[in-house]
């Protein structure tokens, strides 16, 4: 049966840019759906650069400026991969020409231009997602199943870190293509937007909205040299942020993320305890989940490791057969599935863009409360 | 050659009172040193209890009147096994009888406790010590080795818990002989003093002084039955505690403790974060310490899992040979094994009343800031 | 820069054809190399499904009768995804019409099966490969530069293992399109072919050649009802198979293979222990491997968990970032690659058939010894 | 209650010799038992050292003539710890005497000795028992209880390893006092005797007997300098040792032992594999046991890792409280309140010598079978 097509047009080729194209490339050979992604257009100011990603890529088609891209009669979507303080304009302006619009996360730099953002698509009315890919691990996934299944009762405990180690020396500068992360006027933030917010993503999507927060952050290395200006230039972003929270459920939340943690490469876990039940997973293990259930008999009860490569486990029947493991790329193929079976069935693929608003607002009061020292309410 | 003796006095048979009888018991098997201690009398209320007690460990006699054995000529230590608010009054009088103290953890109910005990135990000059056993482990001991060697280089971040599931069930009765730590009248708290109170001394010890603190408490179970009153009564303890921190030294602490963590015995874990490496240590399989050291290869660079049981780690020459664990209650072996090293050196065995003063400062702190909302230093 | 099409005939599309499709149509995204697979046709008898399968992987075309696939001028390349039983007649059809071969493993039915298909393709001249994938598994590529560094000294032993068990159940019937390999006329053997065959080609590779076996097989289960015939018939193949071994550098090896081992889905795990150093690695966290070096300092000693995602370890420079890890999926896209590098290098890729048929000589060897309870050599 | 003595003589006072003192000395705190035992006499042939080991362990007097102690009318038990080579002389004497006998493992130089020492304590009536003290570890207890009880269903698969590594360098000497196990003439073998009989010993209380073996042994290091005569001497010990095996319920069995295996200190695992369920222990994590349950839900499905420190785990609820760990002198303390537990039946202390003399029984064939390259039936 003929597909219909997708149209792609892809804005920004780096890191991210790589991850969505592979995910729209391979998720036909492996999903059975009514749309299938065409790779048209990627757009990117450096000619010779994009022209080589769309030949590496299979795109059929290059711009060097998004406005032209994003009129283009030929594209159906628009996938922002751009550093985030393009994210709003770019957004906008789809929204304003009719194209879905799947925007890498965070949503924004901060929540003042997500809300414009949420506003922009939803009175456009086009269809819209966040890449908020760790909720499409299939472990990840399993364990909203086990929470939402009642298996774990009233939750008492959720915590998360993302420990990273690559910004430890103090010879590596900030800024320009490949480290504006480390950049506030690129980025917004540090670790709060670029990790903190996937722990948020997650915890919210499997234990429900965030009241209040406390939080401290740091910035280690205080000057570093600035790869725009040459100059040594005030490091502007948080190294490291922790917090505390409380969920609407009467949970307690403890969050921690930082680029200091010599060993740990992208250690994102996150632990669930409930009354009955508890789980835990880690993405440099990221098909393993690990659960406790009270319930087993006492002698033989136990945390069990469950290889997450079964047909009946989320999204593995579309892969291999049991105990072969697939991998991070997986979870971008898994988001554009989602993506498009919500097309075909007329429904929203969360995260939406409101759905990431609410962890715009969790990380603005993080922030807020780490310079006030105070407590904050997420409004 | 002759061992002098050291006659030891206990108040209190409960889980303590066995894991410091044992360690009386063993070191003199284990361990070559001057002194070896003799079990001489153990004291509580419950007569026939007490003698049950003592024909099982081999102590000499009993008393019923903690008063009447600490006055004892034949008494050189008085070793306090108590609930905690009892602490204070007998060591003020083991001091002023001029006993050496091995006091068990949590120092006192407060720091204003605290401070009596301090200035007791100094005015008299009596050896004392406060049985933080966690210190002692072999894996924690190298761990300190591998610190003050400098292998970690500046330390960034520092994280500790200690997650207990036992009083999950509402069914669950507060108070009395075995529950006293559910009262915070007997306990002082719930698991800042249980709990938080060996994290922090182990990460005093290991890391420094803690400067400031935020801290958040929660109480899941409102009331309780009490043992003593047999009726419902509101439950004053805290059944979870978390808290952020910044280290004298610059780095980031983060810590947190409960007993509704599903799943989790007594899982005290720590993590610190230097530099050059890092480590990680958890009470469940307490022989092993994590190591990771950016210095190796870089192809070949991972998380070491250093079974320490071989003999040139801390106190390891003592057991038996490489690949062979020892337990839980070996913590205290080697606690009494360095008291009677001190004792015979002429030194102090830390931690000290004054060291553990700190810790009770800290717990202070963090209660505080629980109530209040806000930082608060550690004065 | 445009790329040369390799032309790629494929004959069989089971679990096999979606493995080797993927591979050669992600390979160009990830790896720049001069050649390109094309996917020019598919072969089988189904004709609905072949169309189906080449309608979902792209391919331009299909065949029914894989001796007109072979004699097609537009292809390159035949790579053959058959049951054991048709290897032989194809690759020889193959190697006289002029054509490259990637064979699925193992390379045949048994020893003189393999030896008319070497003499064929070296006669023919043409490029062959055997699919053993696990070599490169960029954890076990680590593990085979280790070894050739000398880091690990003289080997003493190697064991390998390789557990399922999917077969436990007495109703699994054998035979036909899903379950040929539990049917000895077209698999040729049971786990020893299948299963035994990965942990042999891996460990001539890494440890060099066998002298002699010892082996043991068994049949749990007697007799399953046949998908073919429709009758309970005896099972002709090995559910179990454990060896052992003598290498020619004078270490010991122990091999073992069943689909009886309850609670492991595809544990293939290798294990080599050297003079200086050790490592063992385990297809179900395929991502990491284990490493113990003797030189490092005593008391810091300790197996090392390494987390093979780093772009100075095998092939990872070609996926994502340090902590994000790749699957089983991906070794089949890194034969494909090293062929295509082979092909521009006028170099053969390893394993070739001639080194595939040593692990054919040992399989042999080892039936034989299970069934005359002797030691054999490999001739 | 007072106890009734049970007056123990040890003839021998090196590794084992302190593992037995400390399993007699501790066994009255934890265990409630009308007998306790009384460290009436050690004996060794150096005066002085023998004194000095009376001293440290408390035995109330010395001999340093085994024929002497065995003789005492003070003494009820004889506790051989001697080298291998002296068992079967003092084993004969003792029963001879009307003593109880416990020996160290392993029971005999080999099978006819072995059979003498049994026609001698059941000729004479006397209680006895062999120190293959693996058996109690809690892990391996339950991992009986759970195999005994039905959980795993019909056996496929049992498998066990010991692996070592402290005789890697070619400088260690044979021989002597420390390094007897590294001459045949005082040990009677290699690995097969010290490890494998440990493996053997548990591996037939789990699953039964054996029924024939196929074997292999090597010796890596031909000659080594001899304490005793300070020549070079050929080497007459198996260094590593593998067999298979077929157990008499049908079950495959795979066992090594080797002292070769760098960066193993003393890593003994065994492996059940049954129908319903698997369990697997290690020596390195004596406290945990693994296990996998096929009747556990599917989608949460996996190996569960048990801490076997509760109180209703066997041995449990005499130690400490749950997730506090015990260690390996712990199985010498299980088997003396196992032995004074019979003695109060009047009942066997399982392994008895008759049980042991089926272990020499094993080793015999298994080195048997290596010397000639066949099948052996067990006899």
């Not at 989602?338 to 009061?365: M, N, S, V, Y």
């Amino acid at each position: 049966m003929a597909k219909k097509p997708l149209r792609i047009g892809l804005v920004g080729y780096g890191f991210m840019g790589r991850t969505h194209s592979n995910g729209y490339r391979k998720v036909s050979n492996f999903f059975d759906l009514e749309y299938s992604p065409v790779l048209k257009a990627v757009c990117a100011r450096d000619e010779a650069k994009v022209k080589a990603f769309a030949e590496q890529w299979g795109y059929e088609s290059t711009e060097t400026d998004w406005r032209k891209l994003i009129v283009r009669d030929d594209i159906d979507a628009i996938d922002i991969c751009t550093p985030n303080n393009l994210h709003k304009e770019i957004a906008l302006a789809a929204a304003a020409a009719g194209k879905m619009i799947l925007c890498e996360k965070p949503l924004s730099m901060n929540t003042a231009e997500g809300e414009e953002m949420v506003a922009a698509v939803e009175k456009a009315g086009v269809p819209n997602t966040v890449w908020y890919n760790y909720r499409r691990v299939p472990a990840v996934t399993l364990a909203k199943q086990l929470i939402d299944s009642g298996k774990l009762g009233k939750i008492f405990h959720y915590r998360a870190n993302f420990l990273q180690d690559w910004t430890i020396s103090a010879d590596l500068p900030q800024g320009g293509a490949a480290l504006w992360r480390l950049d506030a006027a690129a980025a917004g933030s540090g670790v709060t937007g670029d990790l903190l917010a996937h722990c948020i993503d997650t915890a919210i999507w499997l234990n429900g909205s965030i009241k209040n927060v406390s939080a401290m952050t740091e910035t280690f290395i205080k000057e570093r040299k600035h790869n725009l200006t040459g100059k040594v230039e005030k490091v502007s972003i948080d190294d490291a942020c922790a917090f505390m929270c409380r969920f609407d459920n009467g949970s307690l939340g403890l969050f921690e993320s930082t680029r200091y943690a010599r060993g740990h490469k992208a250690l994102y876990t996150l632990e669930v305890n409930g009354e009955k039940a508890s789980l835990k997973w880690d993405l440099h293990d990221l098909h393993r989940l690990q659960y406790f259930d009270h319930g087993d008999e006492g002698i033989v009860r136990g945390w069990r490791s469950i290889h997450v490569t079964d047909g009946d486990q989320p999204y593995m029947d579309h892969w291999w057969v049991p105990g072969l493991q697939i991998g991070y790329e997986h979870t971008f193929i898994h988001q554009v599935a989602d993506f498009l079976q919500a097309l075909q069935d007329g429904k929203p693929c969360p995260p939406t863009f409101r759905d990431a608003l609410e962890t715009q607002k969790i990380c603005d009061a993080v922030l807020t409360s780490a310079k006030s020292g105070t407590w904050q309410n997420v409004e």
